[in-house]
């Protein structure tokens, strides 16, 4: 089955730093690939996604692009700042652009902890 | 616009007791998900509805829980009787299946602890 895994946390960068969480699927096909964002006391937010092999997702300075060779969509962030700590999800899903009529299949999660 | 709200936010309740969460959608979305979220663990996939219909059920621990979404809009989830291991977040979404963003929207979810 359909399964994602994510760099361990917590993170802990100094503002400004840079940041890269890991992540890599199993699926058979090529679903479509999502990061969500989760801040204290919220929701799931979805963050960024790219729905085929080589696409770039981007939004608020995050980046991740599809590796179908390495079945890798790493989130990456050039300058991470305080408000950026939260919990980052990396998720799989099918049928549709963002998954929405299907189940989404989720990493474990990686905190993220920014300090000044 | 309002997002996906669900109450209650927390709940703390004594083993064997039954207990109800609710889940008010965004609007319009035709498809609501529930989401079982272990500490420390991604959110699972419970029931997902399509209109009024449960499409996609296969997770649900059908001895214990159950749910309903009456007229396609609401929903509630329901545990009967709790057990110490059903400690968790229950999440709950909604999408518009065939709208140009198929995105997930998640409520801040029911955190519930059994004793």
């Known amino acids: 089955g359909d399964s994602v895994t994510q760099m361990e946390g917590p993170v802990t960068l100094s503002e400004e730093a840079f940041l890269t969480i890991n992540c890599t699927y199993t699926?058979?096909?090529?679903?479509?690939l999502f990061w969500y964002v989760q801040y204290p006391g919220e929701g799931l937010q979805l963050l960024l996604k790219a729905t085929k092999a080589d696409d770039k997702g981007s939004n608020k300075g995050f980046e991740a692009t599809y590796r179908k060779e390495t079945t890798s969509f790493h989130l990456e962030k050039g300058s991470v700042q305080v408000s950026d700590s939260a919990v980052y999800f990396c998720a799989l899903g099918w049928g549709g652009l963002t998954g929405g009529g299907n189940k989404l299949t989720f990493g474990t999660g990686t905190q993220l902890k920014v300090e000044l | 616009e309002a997002g996906v709200v669900q109450s209650p936010r927390y709940k703390i309740i004594e083993k064997k007791q039954p207990v109800a969460f609710w889940c008010n959608p965004i609007?319009?979305?035709?498809?609501l998900y529930w989401y079982l979220q272990n500490l420390g663990q991604g959110p699972e996939l419970l029931i997902r509805?399509?209109?009024?219909?449960?499409?996609?059920d296969s997770q649900l621990p059908k001895d214990r829980f159950s749910a309903e979404r009456l007229k396609g809009v609401d929903s509630t989830l329901k545990i009967q009787p709790a057990e110490l291991g059903d400690s968790a977040v229950y999440l709950c979404?909604?999408?518009?299946?065939?709208?140009?963003?198929?995105?997930?929207?998640f409520g801040p979810g029911t955190r519930l602890t059994v004793l």
């Open positions: 509805y399509e209109n009024e219909e449960a499409v996609d």
């Open positions: 979404a909604s999408s518009l299946v065939g709208g140009p963003h198929n995105e997930q929207f």
């Open positions: 699926a058979t096909g090529y679903p479509s």
């Open positions: 609007s319009g979305h035709n498809t």
